[in-house]
């Protein structure tokens, strides 16, 4: 069975950097879609970051400049590196993966068929 599981997060303040770390116990062959979600209490979980296995990103706009999505593919590892934190980046991150490929790989939770368990990440100001 393949398992997605986070770690990396903690408690920074506003403007500090961070990297998660997703270890993916999955294929590594099939081309697919990984990515990175989060989610705060009362709202829907939403996108963060895509990667296409072939390569391509893909990012929210709130993100965009701040967060990169990274894969090592011999280590099967998932990253986000997230740099100049927000407050309002303070949500419970999870890591995705869709077993299937999409194009462009999409930001939407019912792409995703395999979830880690989560990990969580507070800005202060």
């Known amino acids: 069975q393949a398992q997605l599981v986070e770690s990396g997060g903690g408690s920074v303040q506003a403007g500090g950097s961070l990297t998660l770390s997703c270890a993916d116990s999955g294929l590594t062959i099939s081309r697919r879609c990984m990515a990175w979600f989060r989610q705060t209490p009362g709202k829907e979980r939403e996108g963060v970051a895509t990667?296409?296995?072939?390569?391509?990103?893909n990012y929210d706009d709130s993100v965009k400049g701040r967060f990169t999505i990274s894969r090592d593919f011999y280590k099967q590892i998932l990253y986000l590196r997230m740099n100049s934190l927000k407050p309002e980046d303070t949500a419970m991150y999870y890591c995705?993966?869709?077993?299937?490929?999409?194009?462009?790989?999409?930001?939407?939770?019912?792409?995703?068929?395999?979830w880690g368990q989560g990990t969580q990440v507070t800005v202060s100001s």
């Open positions: 990667i296409d296995t072939a390569g391509p990103t």
């Open positions: 995705a993966s869709s077993g299937s490929w999409f194009a462009p790989c999409p930001l939407t939770t019912d792409t995703y068929t395999v």
